[in-house]
C-alpha cells in the first residue's frame, strides 16, 4: 500500500494548495496529508525534526532550512510570487491607496491596523520606519497570533485596516479588499517548497513538488492571488 505523503506550509498558500494537491492525488492516486500554520511555527517544527516530507514557505526560509540541513540540498522549487493587498471591513469605506503618498495618509487615519508576522509584516514594519510614522502609530498595530490571519481580524472588527498576501484576504467572508499595494511599494514574496530531511519518500516528495511547480497548474495560482514563479 503506498503510503501518503504529509506536506506542511504557511498559510499563505493555504487554500491554493487544498486545490493543488486535491488534483495531484486526482492525476497520480498518491494521498497528501496537508496541514497549515504560521510560518514561524512550521520552520520550527521542521527543525525539530518532526516527520514530513514537503514543506511550503518563503524562499529564504527554505533556504535556511536547507542550510540547516532540515531540507535537503537542491530540493528547493520556487512555486509562486505573491504579493501584499489592502483590506477592510466589508461596507466600510475604502481608502485610496492609489500612490505611496494615499497609503501612508490610510495608514495614518486608521483607528486600528493589523499586518501579518511573516516576510510582509517584516517589510511593512520597514516601510513606516522609512516612512517615520511607525512610533507614531505603534500602538494602534493590532499583531496577529501566530496562525491567525489578518483577515479574521479585520472581519471581527479588531483592525479597521489590514495587510496581508492578497491569497489570505482573497476568500475571507465578511472583509472588501481595497486592492493591491501600489507598484511603488509592492513587496513580492516567492513562496517554494523544498524536501525534508528525514522524509522517508524522497522520490515521491519531489514528484509533488514538480507537480506543484508545473505550469500546467498556473490557473489555480491565479485563481488565489498569485503568479507562477
Same mark, same amino acid.
Given at each position: 500500500?503506498?503510503?501518503?505523503?504529509?506536506?506542511?506550509? !504557511?498559510?499563505?498558500?493555504? =487554500?491554493?494548495?487544498? $486545490?493543488?494537491?486535491?488534483?495531484? *492525488?486526482?492525476? +497520480?492516486?498518491?494521498?497528501?496529508?496537508? =496541514?497549515?500554520?504560521?510560518?514561524?511555527?512550521?520552520?520550527?517544527?521542521?527543525?525539530?525534526?518532526? %516527520?514530513?516530507?514537503?514543506?511550503?514557505?518563503? !524562499?529564504?526560509?527554505?533556504?535556511?532550512?536547507?542550510? =540547516?540541513?532540515?531540507?535537503? $540540498?537542491? !530540493?528547493?522549487?520556487?512555486?509562486?510570487?505573491?504579493? @501584499?493587498?489592502?483590506? @477592510?471591513?466589508?461596507?466600510?469605506?475604502?481608502?485610496?491607496?492609489?500612490?505611496?503618498?494615499?497609503?501612508?495618509?490610510?495608514? %495614518?487615519?486608521?483607528?486600528?491596523?493589523?499586518?501579518? +508576522?511573516?516576510?510582509?509584516?517584516?517589510?511593512?514594519?520597514?516601510?513606516?520606519?522609512?516612512?517615520?510614522?511607525?512610533?507614531?502609530?505603534?500602538?494602534?498595530? @493590532?499583531?496577529? /497570533?501566530?496562525? +491567525?490571519?489578518?483577515?479574521?481580524?479585520?472581519?471581527?472588527? *479588531?483592525?479597521?485596516?489590514?495587510?496581508?498576501? %492578497?491569497?489570505?484576504?482573497?476568500?475571507? $467572508?465578511?472583509? $472588501?479588499?481595497?486592492? /493591491?499595494?501600489?507598484?511603488?511599494?509592492?513587496?513580492?514574496?516567492?513562496?517554494?517548497?523544498?524536501?525534508? !530531511?528525514?522524509?522517508?519518500? @524522497?522520490?515521491?516528495?519531489?514528484?509533488? %513538488?514538480?507537480?506543484?511547480?508545473?505550469?500546467?497548474?498556473?490557473?489555480?495560482?491565479?485563481?488565489?492571488?498569485? =503568479?507562477?514563479?
Amino acid at each position: 500500500m503506498t503510503q501518503s505523503l504529509k506536506l506542511i506550509s !504557511s498559510m499563505a498558500m493555504r =487554500e491554493a494548495l487544498a $486545490e493543488l494537491t486535491a488534483r495531484f *492525488e486526482r492525476t +497520480t492516486g498518491r494521498i497528501v496529508q496537508r =496541514e497549515a500554520a504560521g510560518g514561524v511555527d512550521v520552520a520550527k517544527r521542521v527543525q525539530s525534526g518532526e %516527520l514530513l516530507d514537503v514543506v511550503v514557505l518563503s !524562499s529564504s526560509a527554505i533556504d535556511k532550512l536547507i542550510a =540547516e540541513g532540515h531540507a535537503l $540540498e537542491g !530540493s528547493r522549487q520556487d512555486l509562486v510570487r505573491s504579493g @501584499v493587498a489592502v483590506a @477592510v471591513p466589508a461596507g466600510a469605506a475604502k481608502p485610496d491607496i492609489s500612490d505611496e503618498a494615499a497609503v501612508r495618509g490610510a495608514v %495614518l487615519a486608521a483607528r486600528t491596523l493589523s499586518y501579518s +508576522t511573516g516576510p510582509s509584516g517584516v517589510y511593512l514594519e520597514k516601510l513606516f520606519e522609512r516612512w517615520g510614522i511607525l512610533a507614531q502609530i505603534r500602538a494602534r498595530i @493590532v499583531v496577529p /497570533p501566530p496562525g +491567525t490571519p489578518v483577515g479574521s481580524l479585520i472581519a471581527d472588527g *479588531e483592525a479597521q485596516l489590514g495587510f496581508q498576501q %492578497l491569497s489570505e484576504l482573497i476568500n475571507v $467572508e465578511g472583509i $472588501e479588499v481595497v486592492g /493591491p499595494l501600489p507598484e511603488s511599494i509592492q513587496t513580492l514574496t516567492v513562496f517554494s517548497g523544498g524536501i525534508a !530531511s528525514r522524509s522517508a519518500q @524522497v522520490a515521491q516528495a519531489r514528484e509533488l %513538488l514538480e507537480f506543484l511547480a508545473s505550469p500546467l497548474n498556473a490557473d489555480v495560482k491565479r485563481r488565489y492571488g498569485m =503568479e507562477p514563479a
